[in-house]
């Protein structure tokens, strides 16, 4: 799992830093769109991956899906991250999702590949080892596995009303439904969610990271397997009875 923040992250390649130039989505030379942030004092381990994107309001274009899906390859290798914060650094937006004006220009083949891209970006977020803290309502895309998530978080009779409708949804109301685990009321730099997302990962970071808790996990089921209670209850469960543990 992830760690966090202020100078540029230890990465495996070299990371452009904020002021190099790069092509960007609509093929002008422009700064990177997606940036890397490491969190430094006592914030060390937490990262943050911010979206720059300004004029396309952060959608998700090619040179934009490119540059993200690096920067998790790269952080995923990263040993001393422990939390990842994703963020914009775009006035008022989070992401504007899929770049409808970019993918126009496409032929079908380029469409599905895009789709496809798209799909891997999104599962890369949510089953990554990385922990990701979002700072804004998830946006679910429709063709990128919004229709496989949306049931699965929400039930299937709702995820249809909201599919079917197209209704889009406030904080507050995303949290009803428990799509999101918070929403907080603005304050005047436009920014609480951001600061609501990092004190709950100051709050993780100290806790057991993933790999250790897997091996604490088994070492504790290692001194189980000798037991006379484990074969007691496997064979209370094969009988379908209550199992008669002694402690021993």
Not at 67 to 78: P, S, V
Not at 143 to 154: E, I, V, Y
Request: a positive charge.
């Amino acid at each position: 799992m992830l760690r966090v923040l202020t100078s540029a992250l230890s990465l495996t390649r070299p990371w452009r830093p904020p002021g190099s130039r790069s092509s960007a989505s609509d093929g002008t030379a422009r700064d990177p769109e997606i940036q890397v942030r490491a969190l430094e004092g006592p914030d060390k381990g937490i990262a943050e991956i911010i979206m720059n994107r300004p004029r396309a309001r952060n959608a998700l274009g090619n040179v934009f899906v490119s540059e993200l899906l690096e920067a998790l390859a790269q952080l995923r290798e990263d040993q001393q991250v422990r939390v990842l914060l994703f963020r914009s650094g775009v006035k008022g937006v989070f992401c504007a999702g899929a770049d409808l004006k970019e993918r126009e220009q496409m032929n079908e083949a380029e469409v599905g590949a895009c789709v496809q891209r798209l799909r891997g970006l999104m599962n890369e977020i949510a089953s990554s080892a990385v922990m990701g803290l979002i700072e804004t309502t998830r946006g679910l895309l429709p063709g990128a596995g919004g229709t496989q998530r949306l049931p699965r978080c929400l039930g299937v009779a709702l995820a249809k009303e909201l599919i079917f409708t197209g209704r889009r949804l406030s904080g507050v109301q995303a949290q009803a439904l428990g799509l999101v685990n918070h929403a907080v009321t603005q304050n005047e730099e436009g920014n609480a969610a951001y600061h609501r997302a990092r004190e709950l990962a100051q709050e993780i970071l100290p806790q057991v990271d993933i790999a250790s808790g897997m091996a604490i996990e088994g070492i504790c089921y290692a001194q189980n397997i000798p037991t006379q209670d484990r074969l007691e209850g496997m064979a209370a469960f094969r009988e379908k009875r209550p199992p008669r543990f002694v402690g021993k």
